[in-house]
Nanobody, 124 residues
Framework: QVHVVESGGGLVQAGGSLRLSCTTS????????MGWFRQAQGKEREFVAR????????SYADSVKDRFLVSRDNADDTVYLQMNSLKPEDTAVYYC?????????????????WGQGTQVTVSS
């Protein structure tokens, strides 16, 4: 069983930055593509960013492109989400997940292992 844990959330002012971390255990981290999703209160969970197993390929939701950066360190079984120029609309619970199925990267059902989420709140 793969265990996923996010950290690094918090309260930040608009325009500020946060870096989220996601660690995994119980599996072969380097074999998984990893995705970041978020869910704002009262809204559906949405794709934010993803990174391939070796870090060679990334993609982002249009809403975060040029502001967020996803990276990974397979030696530490950790994936990161650097969030810059944060906006109040970025406020959400952010989830990290390991992709196990051959689906589009933004498809939630393609990810089998999820963390518990970390709250990011951006004040105006």
């Amino acid at each position: 069983q793969v265990h996923v844990v996010e950290s690094g959330g918090g309260l930040v002012q608009a325009g500020g930055s946060l870096r989220l971390s996601c660690t995994t255990s119980g599996g072969i981290f380097s074999s998984y593509g990893m995705g970041w999703f978020r869910q704002a209160q009262g809204k559906e969970r949405e794709f934010v960013a993803r990174i391939s197993w070796n870090g060679g390929s990334t993609s982002y939701a249009d809403s975060v492109k040029d502001r967020f950066l996803v990276s990974r360190d397979n030696a530490d079984d950790t994936v990161y989400l650097q969030m810059n120029s944060l906006k109040p609309e970025d406020t959400a619970v952010y989830y990290c997940a390991a992709k196990t199925k051959l689906t589009d990267w933004s498809t939630i059902s393609g990810y089998s292992y999820w963390g518990q989420g970390t709250q990011v709140t951006v004040s105006s």
